[in-house]
């Protein structure tokens, strides 16, 4: 939750991250447990030494892949994180019209205030808590929260969302849902037990153009799909040397590991389009990474905050490739670089037998005899226009007036919480939130083990092997 540079420096530094970054033991973030001692959320750390092993399921608790619950006449929201991520997600359950917000928190006060202050223009009024480290638990403790959002720095997210889930509310989680594995079967575990949703956030699921392929892959368009490749390349060399916002702390994690550091945005849609978890599963794994020089290079020419940071040293390379493989023998490839001077791209690609599609820009090919080359433009726009998803079609308006990332952030929030209006499942479960996260860690010990195969937990602990894959919302 601090943006403060020093003490989110000493936050993580203290922590065993710093451990796990030299020597890759089993517990990724200490760190999710100092922040857990201090508020008493049950969080422990693990000493497992094999991050790869699926974990059996505990007496009394049950899946979740299909939990349903009672309809809501209205969604009660909280909100803990109100910097920038959290405040655009605040406007956008604003602008649904059936999500009350009830409590808004950040640790810097006047952020919460400022949430809350656009919460009373229509007509609700928040409780605002900030200011300590741990006001974040008087959030979890309240009694009238049906949901809780979680935008604030990525060690925190495991914590909050299992105090969440304790104390009775859904969790929704921004990305990466946690760092360590550990953490992916607290959540796993935890959303079991309190039978209570864990939602992780990914807005990329629900762009317009990742819902046409996913539609495009279910009319069955591009045959039996059998490649995917995605990304996240961003270029946020100034970004990460910012004293506010994510500045403050997402450097850190560059000085910490050599690993796929934020999977999630490009992995997640492809996911959905293989039916990862649902028909499909994470196998195994191999990472390699790069050298690190571009953010040495910018430290060092650009000199930010007047050569503050002149000291620091960064570990993770500046493109890290992560290439997966699937149990139905399917290949996925990951990358991230958010230093290189590139254009943004999350490539968004996927190959079947009946067609190709990839983004940045959006090409398609299909198997009728012309697929040497893209389709034209003006095929490509017939071909967007016939199999839009109709949960697009149906929110585009209110999307674009909401905004937010080109709307995909409304339809997301729109989408999400209608499912807990209507108790419905969420398209997206604790096991996604797991599997896609997860990479991260994986991603590091394969680095460290010299690009060493790792084998991913079966977090849904065989349940992908008899469930549909995610179909198309009426």
């Known amino acids: 939750m601090s943006d403060t540079p020093r003490s989110r420096r000493e936050f993580l530094k203290s922590a065993a991250i710093a451990g796990v970054g030299l020597g890759l033991g089993s517990t990724l973030l200490g760190n999710a447990a100092v922040a857990a ?197 961003h270029d946020l060399r100034s970004t990460l040397f910012e004293t506010e916002g994510e500045g403050a702390w997402r450097r850190n994690f560059h000085t910490l590991l050599d690993a796929n550091l934020y ?57 890290n490739t992560t290439l997966i493989k699937t149990e139905a023998g399917r290949s996925i490839m990951v990358q991230h670089d958010v230093i290189s001077p590139r254009p943004y791209s999350r490539i968004n690609g996927v190959s079947g037998t009946g067609g190709t599609f990839f983004g940045y820009p959006a090409r398609l090919a299909v198997n009728d005899g012309s697929s040497h080359s893209w389709m034209s433009a003006e095929r490509l726009k017939e071909m967007r226009e016939k199999y839009e998803h109709p949960l697009w079609a149906k929110l585009a308006a209110a999307a674009k007036a909401s905004g937010g990332h080109g709307g995909m952030d409304y339809v997301m929030n729109w989408r999400l919480c209608d499912c807990l209006r209507r108790g419905a499942t969420p398209d997206i479960t604790v096991y996604d939130a797991a599997a896609w996260s997860c990479i991260i860690e994986l991603s590091a010990k394969s680095v460290a083990g010299g690009s060493l195969s790792v084998a991913v937990p079966d977090f849904t602990r065989g349940l992908w092997k008899t469930l549909d894959p995610l179909g198309i919302a009426g």
Not at 273 to 286: A, E, M, P, S, T
């Open 263 to 319: 999977p999630t945005h490009g992995l997640g849609p492809v996911a959905q389009y293989l039916g990862i978890n649902r028909g499909d599963q994470f196998r195994h794994l191999v990472s390699m990474s790069s050298p690190e020089r571009g953010l040495t290079k910018f430290r060092n020419e650009k000199r930010p905050q007047g050569g503050r940071f002149a000291g620091e040293k960064y570990r993770c390379g500046d493109m």
């Open 37 to 233: 001692g201090a508020a008493g959320a049950p969080i422990t750390t693990s000493s497992r030494g094999d991050v790869s092993a699926t974990r059996r399921r505990p007496a009394g608790q049950k899946p979740v892949h299909d939990l349903t619950t009672n309809p809501l006449e209205k969604v009660r929201a909280a909100l803990i994180g109100c910097g920038g991520r959290g405040s655009s997600l605040h406007g956008n359950l604003l602008d649904t019209g059936f999500v009350e917000i009830v409590a808004v928190c950040d640790l810097i006060t006047s952020r919460a205030e400022r949430c809350a202050a656009a919460a009373k223009k229509h007509g609700f009024d928040p409780k605002v808590f900030g200011g300590a480290l741990d006001a974040w638990e008087a959030v979890c403790g309240l009694d009238n929260v049906d949901v809780v959002y979680i935008a604030t720095p990525w060690e925190w997210h495991a914590p909050m969302a299992v105090k969440s889930m304790e104390s009775g509310k859904h969790a929704f989680v921004e990305v990466p849902a946690c760092v360590t594995v550990d953490e992916c079967w607290q959540l796993v575990d935890t959303s079991e037990r309190t039978q209570r949703h864990c939602v992780i956030l990914e807005n990329c699921c629900y762009g317009p153009e990742e819902l046409f392929v996913l539609n495009l892959v279910r009319k069955g368009i591009l045959g039996e799909l059998n490649h995917a490749e995605c990304a996240y390349i």
